[in-house]
T-cell receptor, first 115, second 111 residues
C-alpha cells in the first residue's frame, strides 16, 4: 500500500522556538495532504488541508500564523509550529491522498513536547 | 451534517474472544466508510473500508458491513489476539477529502 513518512518522529523543544515537521508520500504523488492533531486518548482533529502549489485551508479555530503549512511539491508538505508553547505539545499526524484516490494514507505521527 | 459515533471504550477481552465495536454514522450523501487502527505510539493505518451499501470490508480477520438501513458499520473479529490491542477509529468520507472520525475505541486483549 501507499507509504507516508513523517520526520521527525519525536521532537522536544524549548518554549518560543519554531519546529518544522515534514510529511512525505514515498511511492505516490499526493495532490492533497492533511494535517491532524491528536490529544491523548482523543480522536484526530483536522487542522488544515494542504494542496500542492496553493495556500492551505485551515479549519475554524486553527491559527494559520502559528501553524504554517507549505506544500511545495507533490510529495512533500511541511508544518511549522512557530513560537511553540507548552500547550502546543501534541501528536501531529499527516495524511495524503493521491489524485483520484479516496483513501487517506497516514504518516506515523510526530510527537512534539514543548518545555 | 456528517458525523460518526463509536461505542465508548475501553474494551478488554481475553485472547480468542469475539470482538464487536459498534459504529453508526450520519451523512448527507453516500459516504465511504472506513476503519483505521492505531497501535501505541504510531499513526493510523487503514484496516478496511467499504464504499457502498452492503459492501463488506475485511482484513486480518476483521470484518465490517456497510448497512445503510441501520446507518452502521460495526467492526467484528471472531477471535482476537494480544497483537490486536490498539485504538480503533471508525470514519466516513463523502469526497475523499473531508474525513469524519469517531472518538476511537481502545481495545486491550489479555492472554
Amino acid at each position: 500500500g501507499a507509504v507516508v513518512s513523517q520526520h521527525p518522529s519525536w521532537v522536544i523543544c524549548k518554549s518560543g522556538t519554531s519546529v518544522k515537521i515534514e510529511c512525505r508520500s514515498l511511492d505516490f504523488q499526493a495532490t492533497t495532504m492533511f494535517w491532524y492533531r491528536q490529544f491523548p486518548k482523543q480522536s484526530l482533529m483536522l487542522m488544515a488541508t494542504s494542496n500542492e502549489g496553493s495556500k492551505a485551508t485551515y479549519e475554524q479555530g486553527v491559527e494559520k500564523d502559528k501553524f504554517l503549512i507549505n506544500h511545495a511539491s507533490l510529495t512533500l508538505s511541511t508544518l511549522t509550529v512557530t513560537s511553540a508553547h507548552p500547550e502546543d505539545s501534541s501528536f501531529y499526524i499527516c495524511s495524503a491522498i493521491n489524485s483520484g484516490g479516496e483513501t487517506q494514507y497516514f504518516g506515523p505521527g510526530t510527537r512534539l513536547l514543548v518545555l | 451534517g456528517n458525523s460518526v459515533t463509536q461505542m465508548e471504550g475501553p474494551v478488554t477481552l481475553s485472547e480468542e474472544a469475539f470482538l464487536t465495536i459498534n459504529c453508526t454514522y450520519t451523512a448527507t450523501g453516500y459516504p465511504s466508510l472506513f476503519w483505521y487502527v492505531q497501535y501505541p505510539g504510531e499513526g493510523l493505518q487503514l484496516l478496511l473500508k467499504a464504499t457502498k451499501a452492503d459492501d463488506k470490508g475485511s482484513n486480518k480477520g476483521f470484518e465490517a458491513t456497510y448497512r445503510k438501513e441501520t446507518t452502521s458499520f460495526h467492526l467484528e473479529k471472531g477471535s482476537v489476539q494480544v497483537s490486536d490491542s490498539a485504538v480503533y477509529f471508525c470514519a466516513l468520507s463523502e469526497t475523499g477529502n473531508q474525513f469524519y472520525f469517531g472518538t476511537g475505541t481502545s481495545l486491550t486483549v489479555i492472554p
